[in-house]
């Protein structure tokens, strides 16, 4: 299937599951960095492009961004992402599950700048709403996640 047959749908989705697959390496070139930016955004633009677009998949996405660049080691874009997240979650009250991933991306990029006392203030909002999301599975997935934040 070329590129111009599929939908902004299906790009956002393809180009969301290929960051994933680069997030999870154990070490990436700077090649690999910068193509998990680039897909990272244009997984972004495309769910923008999406006609029925919700705010969830705005925070998911702004999470992801934070994420690829905290990962890439670039922390003030990681927290402008991660400010962005947690804005549309609260502004659209979405989930507890999404709000507390905003908090865990931002505890993740103040780390990742040296700023503690930011850093442990996200960890314990994020922990606030840990103990509100009901589905065992979600609640484990963000603490397994926060524990990993050095």
């Known amino acids: 299937m070329t590129t111009t047959t599929l939908s902004h749908k299906q790009l956002a989705v393809n180009s969301f599951n290929a960051v994933w697959d680069l997030l999870e390496l154990a070490e990436r070139t700077k090649e690999e960095e910068e193509k998990m930016i680039h897909l990272a955004h244009t997984s972004f633009w495309h769910w923008t492009q999406v006609e029925d677009h919700t705010a969830k998949n705005l925070s998911i996405g702004y999470w992801q961004l934070s994420r690829v660049y905290s990962t890439a080691g670039l922390g003030e874009r990681a927290v402008y992402y991660g ?9 659209h009250n979405i ?27 996200a960890y314990s909002a994020a922990l606030v709403y840990v103990q509100q999301i009901v589905d065992e599975n ?5 603490e397994n996640d926060l524990q990993t934040i050095e």
């Open 83 to 91: 400010n962005r997240c947690l804005e549309v979650s609260i502004e």
């Open 138 to 142: 979600s609640k484990e997935m963000l």
């Open 95 to 121: 989930e507890q599950f999404y709000i507390g991933y905003a908090y865990e991306a931002l505890c993740r990029a103040y780390a990742l700048l040296g700023q503690t006392d930011a850093s442990k203030k």
